[in-house]
């Protein structure tokens, strides 16, 4: 019997361990996602799960037949590294330091790339435009940058990912932040984040943004649009510029299914919040009105929009049929495209006068 128990105790040991490190692994496993890239310092975080929207046809209107992607500070890659990372990503995050003026960026992305294909995608774009590649190691990151220019963005991948791109020190804050290194989003990002989370019913979200909203640039902006708005603008606008900290996202999927799309606001005060919502019912009826708008295709979104205030939080959601938007969206494309003038019809030919006959003489 003792022999037994002791045999009970060490697959119970072995059970225990094993399930420890599968949990282990799962966590390291959600651990390497692209929103653990984003630094505390961020004030607009944007993810997008690109192989949910890649099955929509909201971005069939929007990416257009044969288009290529582009990342931001590298531009278009299919054409220099001979493959289009769109087919391949299954997800992205770009992010902004609060008080970016210096124009300082970054993406982190996942997908089905090897850490060669990047660093020759990334060797290739640099030599195209005249720059000079060179590596260097930041933590467990391989960087490439262009030493002629510091102004591009570089580029920072390992195996496992996120893959990074960046300017500036905000991609040094970000491979920290993914290392663990520093602190990652502030909690304003995550409580926005899961206020905006979809109910029972409804698909998991395919775009999420969240801005957080200091003081100082409210009130920059206050003093910028003041005298443009005037004494009622300033009035009406002002519970808008007392909104600290704000949420949108966006739901779809493939054809015949519905698209929502929700908000979630912060105010500075309960007041703030409810004459938001009171302007925003006002734009709501004045578009609902609007035959163009009718036209276009996006009345049953107008239609469904519904807002709630809550003390200093406010919630706003609305949703419709995935097809009818995207042909709301082709109609507003095709009308904002402008078309090639259409050249004016040629000149007739001039017909020559008849010859008169000659005189009998």
């Known amino acids: 019997m003792e022999q ?15 399930a420890t490190g599968f949990a282990l692994g799962r966590s390291r496993a959600r651990d390497a996602g692209v929103l653990t890239a984003v630094p505390r310092d961020a ?26 992607a582009a990342v931001p500070g590298l531009g278009s890659l299919s054409g220099t590294c001979g493959f289009d990372p769109l087919t ?16 300082d960026f970054g993406v982190a992305f996942a997908g ?32 490439v940058e262009d030493t002629a220019d510091a102004r591009h963005a570089r580029v920072a991948y390992r195996d496992g990912g996120p893959f990074l ?34 109910k029972a019913g409804i698909a998991a979200r395919t775009l999420v943004l969240t801005a957080l909203l200091p003081a100082s640039l409210r009130e920059r902006l206050k003093r ?60 709501r009826l004045a578009f609902s009105r609007d035959i163009g708008v009718r036209l276009i295709g996006l009345g049953p979104l107008l239609d469904s929009l519904a807002v709630e205030a809550h003390g200093a939080s406010l919630s706003a959601s609305a ?8 042909k709301a969206i082709q109609r507003v494309i095709d009308y904002k495209t402008p078309r090639p003038a259409t050249p004016p019809p ?7 006068a008849p010859t008169p006959a000659p005189s009998a003489t």
Do not use: N
């Open 165 to 198: 791109v960046g300017r500036g020190g905000w991609l040094d804050a970000m491979i920290d932040a993914a290392e663990g290194k520093a602190e990652r989003a502030r909690a304003e990002h995550a409580a926005l984040r899961d206020a905006l989370a979809p």
């Open 224 to 283: 910028d649009l003041g005298p443009e708005l005037g004494s009622e603008g300033e009035k009406t606008y002002a519970s808008v510029l007392a909104v600290s900290a704000a949420g949108v996202a966006l739901s779809t999927g493939p054809s015949g299914s519905t698209t929502e799309l929700v908000a979630e606001l912060r105010c500075e005060t309960p007041a703030a919040c409810e004459e938001v919502k009171q302007l925003i019912e006002r734009k």
């Open 4 to 18: 037994r128990r002791q045999y009970v105790l060490f697959f119970v040991l072995v059970a225990v361990v094993v």
């Open 346 to 352: 040629p000149a007739p030919t001039p017909t020559p």
């Open 112 to 143: 089905d790339l090897t850490r060669d294909e990047l660093a020759g995608c990334a060797d290739k774009v640099i030599r195209a435009r005249g720059g000079q590649p060179a590596t260097s190691a930041h933590g467990g990151f391989t960087v």
């Open 88 to 103: 391949r990503l299954r997800e992205l995050a770009v992010t902004s330091p609060e008080g970016g003026e210096r124009g």
């Open 43 to 68: 004030w607009l975080v944007v993810s997008v799960d690109v192989a949910g929207l890649r099955q929509s046809p909201l971005a069939q209107p929007l990416l257009g037949p044969g288009a290529s």
């Open 319 to 326: 949703r419709a049929g995935t097809d009818d938007l995207a």
